[in-house]
């Protein structure tokens, strides 16, 4: 069974810098376009960056410029770089499979909390 472990969340001040990992045993070919997503206090998961097999990475307006996606296949591995965090990034982390894709159980996530 495919398992999801996220990691790297923490309190932090806004103006911050975290980085988060996704570790999974391997990856599968479902797994060729993978994705970080966020679910804030109260509302819905959202979609948040995207990365390719070949390390092509798409990001949603609300980080664009601020947090990276990036990926090592050698290692089964996502990261998502997040700096000049914000209040309003303060949410619960979590990666899967790009939409459209098969998508797995979700993991527990990883908290981020950005205090003001």
């Known amino acids: 069974q495919v398992q999801f472990v996220e990691s790297g969340g923490a309190l932090v001040q806004a103006g911050g810098s975290l980085t988060l990992t996704c570790a999974t045993a391997r990856f599968t070919a479902a797994m060729n376009t993978m994705a970080w997503y966020r679910q804030p206090p109260g509302k819905q998961r959202e979609l948040i960056a995207t990365?390719?097999?070949?390390?092509?990475?798409n990001h949603a307006d609300s980080v664009k410029g601020r947090f990276t996606i990036s990926r090592d296949n050698a290692k089964s591995t996502i990261y998502l770089q997040m700096n000049s965090l914000k209040p309003e990034d303060t949410a619960v982390y979590f990666c899967?499979?790009?939409?459209?894709?098969?998508?797995?159980?979700w993991g527990q996530g990883t908290q981020v909390t950005v205090s003001s």
């Open positions: 990365v390719t097999n070949g390390g092509t990475t």
């Open positions: 899967n499979t790009a939409p459209g894709r098969y998508r797995y159980s």
